[in-house]
């Protein structure tokens, strides 16, 4: 960060405490300025990475027809894979969570009954979080750490509430669009396409063609150097920032911009 100072008889320890204050503030709890001023918080969507890493993500709410299929796909090319499930689905299904979690794929939270997060209390979206945690728990014997919204939707107080438990909200940057049905060879095509070194790829549970499409997906990526890792060791740790596009990246001095502290000073 370049950091201006104006000097004033007076005035320059307190601009200093303010300053710090930003900094803090914007390290602690990434987000965009947007034009209103508002800070807009922001999920993650993908992450600053310089190796040739990405995340493949299930959505699991409804269907559980391919489940198994799914971990023999995954299971054939070493590929761990982080699978976000609602809670009612863990009721439903808890033999293949626990199948899921055995073959090594991570089982993080989706909510509890997959509501439009926006429209809940604080109370009740830390309700459905916390149910779907419980769920997942008791099945796995571990805890979730990150949260895709249901609907890909949210507002400032999900995300707020979200990292207030201690998670990471996570979104995507490819989206398969593997719900709407299409061909195998599009989705293929659609996800090949888009990714780039630090991707989250959304594909869902239950999807008419993904179990065809999912191997030429994986061996197409895996012919052009890529690697899969869940999406808890893509993120990164420590202190960062998230621009405007959603990209997690890591903190450097300037990243929190040029501080002109004239008007404070």
Same mark, same amino acid.
């Given at each position: 960060?370049?950091? +201006?100072?104006?000097?004033?008889?007076?005035?320059?320890?307190?601009?200093?405490?303010?300053?710090?204050?930003?900094?803090?503030?914007?390290?602690?709890?990434?987000?965009? +300025?947007?034009?209103?001023?508002?800070?807009?918080?922001?999920?993650?969507?993908?992450?600053?990475?310089?190796? !040739?890493?990405?995340?493949?993500?299930?959505?699991?709410?409804?269907?559980?027809?391919?489940?198994?299929?799914?971990?023999?796909?995954?299971? !054939?090319?070493?590929?761990?894979?982080?699978?976000?499930?609602?809670?009612?689905?863990?009721?439903?299904?808890?033999?293949?969570?626990?199948?899921?979690?055995?073959?090594?794929?991570?089982?993080?939270?989706?909510?509890?009954?997959?509501?439009?997060?926006?429209?809940?209390?604080?109370?009740?979206?830390?309700?459905?979080?916390?149910?779907?945690?419980?769920?997942?728990?008791? +099945?796995?014997?571990?805890?979730?750490?990150?949260?895709?919204?249901?609907?890909?939707?949210?507002?400032?107080?999900?995300?707020?509430?979200?990292?207030?438990?201690?998670?990471?909200?996570?979104?995507?940057?490819?989206?398969?669009?593997?719900? !709407?049905?299409?061909?195998?060879?599009?989705?293929?095509?659609?996800?090949?396409?888009?990714?780039?070194?630090?991707?989250?790829?959304?594909?869902?549970?239950?999807?008419?063609?993904?179990?065809?499409?999912?191997?030429?997906?994986?061996?197409?990526?895996?012919?052009?150097?890529?690697?899969?890792?869940?999406?808890?060791?893509?993120?990164?740790?420590?202190?960062?920032?998230?621009?405007?596009?959603?990209?997690?990246?890591?903190?450097?001095?300037?990243?929190?911009?040029?501080?002109?502290?004239?008007?404070?000073?």
């Amino acid at each position: 960060m370049k950091i +201006v100072f104006f000097r004033r008889p007076g005035r320059t320890v307190l601009a200093a405490v303010l300053l710090a204050a930003v900094i803090f503030a914007v390290l602690s709890h990434p987000a965009v +300025v947007g034009v209103s001023g508002e800070a807009r918080e922001l999920p993650i969507y993908c992450v600053q990475r310089d190796d !040739k890493t990405v995340a493949l993500t299930f959505d699991a709410a409804w269907g559980n027809e391919d489940t198994q299929q799914l971990i023999e796909i995954l299971g !054939k090319y070493h590929v761990r894979a982080t699978f976000f499930v609602v809670g009612d689905w863990v009721e439903k299904y808890p033999e293949s969570v626990r199948a899921l979690a055995e073959a090594g794929h991570e089982i993080m939270n989706h909510s509890d009954t997959h509501p439009h997060m926006s429209q809940l209390s604080r109370e009740e979206m830390i309700a459905e979080i916390e149910a779907c945690n419980d769920k997942i728990e008791t +099945v796995t014997g571990v805890r979730p750490t990150l949260l895709r919204p249901p609907y890909g939707e949210y507002d400032n107080t999900v995300i707020r509430t979200v990292r207030e438990l201690g998670m990471e909200p996570i979104q995507w940057d490819v989206d398969s669009l593997d719900w !709407k049905d299409l061909p195998a060879d599009e989705i293929c095509r659609r996800v090949t396409e888009r990714v780039e070194p630090g991707s989250i790829v959304l594909f869902h549970n239950a999807a008419l063609h993904t179990p065809e499409a999912l191997p030429e997906i994986i061996e197409t990526l895996i012919g052009e150097g890529y690697s899969f890792v869940p999406v808890s060791q893509l993120i990164l740790d420590g202190a960062c920032t998230i621009d405007s596009n959603g990209r997690q990246c890591p903190c450097t001095p300037d990243d929190a911009g040029t501080a002109t502290l004239a008007g404070l000073l």
